[in-house]
């Protein structure tokens, strides 16, 4: 099935596994699916992931994490932000923090796909594509 949102798919895919607790999840591979699965694995949101399959088959493979003996989900919610619809950008001042800098922003920015934190660092702005907390 075609998404036009690879981004909304993603986020929709982990939280469906998340619900029901399965280890892994897959997703389409695109550039964009593949520097937010590198962002959340450097903020320690997943456990890791792959690519598989060939050419246009390609496919992510998260590997979730939970905690404690209950299972439940590291990754609380995922709030998709700027739209197909409604492109939200911000610059370096206006970045947001995420319940106080608990959670995190995923911003793409000039320089790539990176946190908030990052590009607050690094004093660039951008599209602010979705939270993670």
């Not at 981004?7 to 997703?27: F, K, Q």
């Not at 695109?30 to 598989?52: M, Q, S």
């Not at 609380?76 to 959670?103: D, F, H, M, Q």
Request: charged content about 30%; overall charge positive.
């Amino acid at each position: 099935m075609a998404a036009n949102d690879t981004i909304s798919d993603m986020l929709t895919r982990i939280r469906n596994a998340g619900a029901v607790r399965h280890p892994t999840t897959h997703i389409p591979s695109t550039r964009v699916t593949r520097d937010i699965a590198k962002v959340l694995k450097a903020e320690g949101f997943i456990g890791d992931y792959e690519e598989v399959g060939e050419g246009v088959k390609k496919e992510l493979v998260l590997t979730l994490k939970y905690k404690g003996r209950t299972r439940k989900p590291i990754i609380t919610a995922l709030k998709r932000i700027s739209k197909p619809g409604l492109r939200v950008y911000k610059n370096r001042k206006e970045l947001p923090r995420v319940l106080g800098g608990i959670g995190i922003a995923i911003i793409s920015t000039s320089s790539g796909i990176m946190t908030d934190r990052e590009a607050r660092q690094r004093g660039i702005g951008g599209e602010v594509l979705c939270y993670v907390w």
